[in-house]
């Protein structure tokens, strides 16, 4: 799959998924920026904090794998559509499917925009649930 892929994200997933840190950490810019719209707070700049998020999932995801599903290129932009899954230390299932816009000069990410998130497979909220509780918090269903 690699192979008819861009080649940064081609690097990021070949070293997502073998596990090596280093490698990892090297697709990104010194000055690296990441925004995370839907949580602000998560926003962050510069490759320690992503040595850091990527420490952590290798330690409690040990066997995490990384698959660009779709992506596309708009100049230096690349729009990729991610799923990340794997088995947490406690047995439980790692699962995230998203969006991530990455500003990339040089073979390396100078910027993304990240939209991935967990997965809810509890299946238990429709469309009209889900869409009733971000309007009408206050009103049971």
Same mark, same amino acid.
């Given at each position: 799959?690699?192979?008819?892929?861009?080649?940064?994200?081609?690097?990021?997933?070949?070293?997502?998924?073998?596990?090596?840190?280093?490698?990892?950490?090297?697709? &990104?810019?010194?000055?690296?920026?990441?925004?995370?719209?839907?949580?602000? #707070?998560?926003?962050?700049?510069?490759?320690?904090?992503?040595? !850091?998020? /990527?420490?952590?999932? &290798?330690?409690?995801?040990?066997?995490?794998?990384?698959?660009?599903?779709? %992506? !596309?290129?708009? $100049?230096?932009?690349? %729009?990729? =559509? /991610? =799923?990340?899954? $794997?088995?947490?230390?406690? #047995?439980?299932?790692?699962?995230?499917? #998203?969006?991530?816009?990455? #500003?990339?000069?040089?073979?390396?990410?100078?910027?993304?925009?990240?939209?991935?998130?967990?997965?809810?497979?509890? $299946?238990? !909220?429709?469309?009209?649930?889900?869409?009733?509780? =971000?309007?009408? !918090?206050?009103?049971?269903?």
């Amino acid at each position: 799959m690699t192979a008819d892929m861009h080649p940064f994200l081609a690097k990021l997933v070949q070293a997502t998924n073998a596990h090596d840190l280093d490698a990892l950490v090297d697709c &990104f810019d010194t000055s690296y920026r990441n925004e995370t719209p839907a949580h602000p #707070g998560r926003a962050f700049q510069g490759r320690e904090q992503v040595l !850091a998020n /990527w420490r952590q999932i &290798f330690t409690f995801v040990p066997d995490v794998h990384a698959s660009v599903l779709r %992506w !596309a290129a708009d $100049g230096c932009d690349l %729009w990729s =559509e /991610w =799923e990340m899954s $794997g088995s947490r230390l406690d #047995g439980t299932r790692h699962l995230m499917r #998203g969006v991530i816009v990455f #500003g990339v000069q040089d073979g390396r990410a100078t910027s993304a925009r990240f939209y991935l998130e967990p997965v809810d497979e509890t $299946g238990t !909220a429709s469309a009209d649930d889900a869409v009733r509780a =971000e309007v009408h !918090a206050d009103t049971p269903s």
